[in-house]
């Protein structure tokens, strides 16, 4: 089961900032969130990952909260290209193997 | 810097057929995984190939198989397909455990 929570949906506004919570309680020490999005039938891109710092990059800032349980992702001016759905995941790993484990996402809508 | 390439498409093969999907990593990655999309979920891990072993297998019956080869291309073989083996079917490669970067998948339709 994916060890994150996100809402299903959310809207912003053209040339707005959008910022997508996630939630992740039980992630362990290790652990790093990682941020996806996919654009309607294509594949998941990927957009950002921290561990307990914050992060920023051409595409994102990431905001993980002091005690690791929740973050956020910041895309500071949404143009409608950026509607896709985003997945928050907790990268999970065991003896040297990593998978990702996908939840349901954020199905983010940017409107004129 | 070519990215994750996937072959084919699209495509479409009858009720206990087999596919064979092909992945070609990100320059530089060593690691394979393939994952599948059914319509309006995430993506579900299958399984991943290191130094052409398979590493980790998710939830998946022994229908699905895969292979990697010596320049780290991979393969991902289903038998006897069933409807319900639709879905959007993604390849991912890292190097080591680096970041996982996707192709834009194959889409599979079984009929």
């Known amino acids: 089961d994916a060890k994150t929570t996100q809402p299903p949906s959310m809207d912003c506004a053209e040339g707005r900032a959008a910022n997508l919570p996630c939630n992740h309680s039980?992630?362990?020490?290790?652990?790093?969130v990682y941020w996806y999005r996919q654009i309607h039938s294509q594949g998941p891109q990927y957009i950002i990952h921290?561990?307990?710092n914050n992060e920023t990059n051409e595409m994102a800032s990431l905001i993980i909260t002091e005690d690791r349980k929740s973050s956020t992702l910041i895309l500071p001016h949404a143009t409608l290209r950026d509607t896709a759905v985003y997945y928050c995941?907790?990268?999970?790993?065991?003896?040297?193997?990593?998978?990702?484990?996908f939840g349901t996402g954020t199905r983010l809508l940017v409107s004129p | 810097d070519a990215g994750v390439t996937q072959s084919p498409t699209h495509l479409i093969k009858t009720r206990g057929q087999q596919v064979t999907l092909r992945c070609s990593p990100k320059?530089?990655?060593?690691?394979v995984s393939w994952y599948q999309q059914a319509l309006g979920q995430g993506p579900q891990f299958i399984f991943q190939?290191?130094?052409?072993?398979?590493?980790q297998r998710g939830n998946f019956p022994d229908r699905f198989s895969g292979h990697q080869f010596p320049n780290y291309s991979s393969e991902l073989n289903v038998n006897a397909l069933l409807l319900g083996d639709s879905a959007l079917y993604l390849c991912?490669?890292?190097?080591?455990?680096?970041?996982?970067?996707f192709g834009e998948g194959s889409w599979l339709t079984v009929v």
């Open positions: 991912a490669s890292s190097l080591a455990q680096g970041t996982i970067y």
């Open positions: 039980t992630i362990s020490g290790n652990e790093y």
């Open positions: 921290g561990l307990k």
């Open positions: 995941i907790v990268r999970t790993e065991n003896t040297g193997f990593q998978k990702l484990v």
């Open positions: 320059s530089g990655h060593d690691t």
């Open positions: 190939y290191y130094e052409e072993e398979e590493r």
